[in-house]
């Protein structure tokens, strides 16, 4: 089954503590993206990638790091410095480069950070 | 800056009745306009994309129509199920230099009275 793999599904960390969210894809896509779902908002985009070993700010990049070593993966890691980490992260993914601009969705992850 | 606009309101209607869902967008022209539909603690799932160059767009029971004049997109969706309940969200491309950067309304929730 092709598809994008989030894990883990639910995720609790303490305040101060930074976190690594999983994003996996084997679609072969070349783009992938994280975005942030807090409730009665919109998707809102935290980082992309168009390439391995490349990636670029979006909208809240603020207190979150990204990497992209892998075609594959494309792992998010929540650091100390997001003043208000808790909310549902999205991973997607897009094959960018054909007329077709769907993007793919992994299940996410909730984060709670007490 | 871009704004997007769904009714944030949700919406009710019967069980086999034609559900129509709106989105607004300000201050741009998308060169295509995506809907999406989400359900409770799930990723989004990529349902149609049209173009700016089509008035409209169908697939199933689902029909999207663009009026770039009026800067909206309606969603149709005919004889409806309880089974289309679910938020629904249309996101615009804002993509530049090859780079596909898509913003997300906030959704407008669908519930279908069996």
């Known amino acids: 089954d092709g598809g994008i793999t989030q894990s883990p599904k639910y995720l609790f960390r303490k305040e101060g503590q930074n976190v690594t969210l999983s994003c996996e894809q084997n679609?072969?896509?070349?783009?992938m993206y994280w975005y942030r779902q807090d409730p009665g908002q919109g998707l809102r985009l935290i980082y992309y990638?168009?390439?391995?070993?490349?990636?670029q700010k979006g909208d809240i990049a603020e207190g979150y790091s990204v990497s992209r070593e892998k075609k594959e993966s494309f792992p998010l890691t929540v650091t100390s410095a997001q003043k208000n980490p808790t909310a549902f992260y999205l991973c997607?993914?897009?094959?960018?480069?054909?007329?077709?601009?769907?993007?793919?969705f992994g299940p996410g992850t909730r984060l709670t950070v007490t | 800056s871009q704004k997007i606009e769904q009714n944030s309101e949700a919406l009710n209607i019967q069980e086999g009745k034609t559900a129509t869902l709106t989105c607004n967008y300000t201050?741009?022209?998308?060169?295509?306009l995506q809907w999406y539909r989400q359900d409770p603690g799930r990723g989004p799932v990529f349902l149609l994309l049209?173009?700016?160059?089509?008035k409209e767009k169908r697939k199933e029971r689902l029909k999207v129509t663009f009026d770039t004049t009026l800067k909206q997109s309606l969603f149709h969706i005919t004889a409806s199920q309880p089974a289309d309940s679910a938020t629904y969200l249309c996101?615009?491309?804002?993509?530049?230099?090859?780079?596909?950067?898509?913003?997300f309304g906030t959704g407008t929730k669908l519930q279908v009275i069996p």
């Open positions: 990638s168009q390439i391995v070993n490349d990636f």
């Open positions: 049209i173009r700016e160059n089509e």
């Open positions: 679609l072969n896509h070349d783009a």
């Open positions: 996101a615009l491309d804002l993509g530049s230099g090859g780079y596909q950067k898509v913003t």
């Open positions: 201050n741009y022209s998308p060169a295509y």
């Open positions: 997607a993914s897009s094959e960018f480069k054909t007329a077709s601009y769907e993007q793919y």
